[in-house]
């Protein structure tokens, strides 16, 4: 199960609480590549410049877009809401819109079945659980969908052919969104 204690799943391989501070994590993480861009992502949440000794390789090996995601959502923690389950909740929305986007304009019935047997397989599987471990689930569930929707977009408008450019405007903008988050 990819939750095994339910919401008292602690994080990864760190063993921290998934109500953690952003500073907690990012001090359990280490230099390792999440603790580097969550440190990145602190100090800009600081309205800091990053150290150009320590923290300038960082966004220059990796697409800062993670760090970038992060700054919003370490405000948010200071009220409150841990980053972990304000990251599992824009994830989930990422891919309740490419479900939403599948079942509205491809088939209403081809878009739910995969759908469905996409969550009662990836539920039970090391998959799903894959999402949820440490800093891996950060970037790749956010990352691929945004990917997914993206080409979903540029797909769509490829195969109706409506004339309508702007959906390709939408589909670019999302796969490079994807792109600055992961790669």
Not at 80 to 90: A, K, N, T
């Amino acid at each position: 199960v990819a939750l095994p204690q339910g919401l008292r799943t602690r994080i990864g391989i760190i063993n921290l609480p998934n109500n953690s501070s952003p500073e907690l994590i990012r001090k359990a993480w280490g230099p390792r590549d999440a603790g580097s861009l969550l440190d990145t992502a602190i100090t800009w949440s600081k309205f800091h410049q990053i150290d150009r000794t320590t923290q300038f390789w960082v966004v220059h090996l990796w697409t800062p877009g993670m760090s970038i995601v992060e700054i919003p959502l370490i405000w948010i923690s200071k009220i409150g809401v841990p980053i972990f389950w304000s990251l599992l909740f824009i994830t989930l929305l990422t891919w309740a819109t490419v479900f939403w986007f599948t079942w509205r304009y491809i088939s209403p019935i081809i878009g739910r079945l995969p759908c469905g047997i996409l969550f009662l397989v990836l539920g039970y599987s090391w998959d799903f659980r894959y999402f949820f471990r440490e800093d891996i689930f950060y970037t790749e569930g956010l990352s691929y969908g945004f990917l997914i929707l993206g080409i979903g977009f540029i797909t769509w408008e490829y195969l109706i052919d409506s004339g309508r450019y702007y959906s390709y405007v939408i589909g670019g903008f999302l796969v490079g969104v994807s792109i600055m988050i992961r790669y």
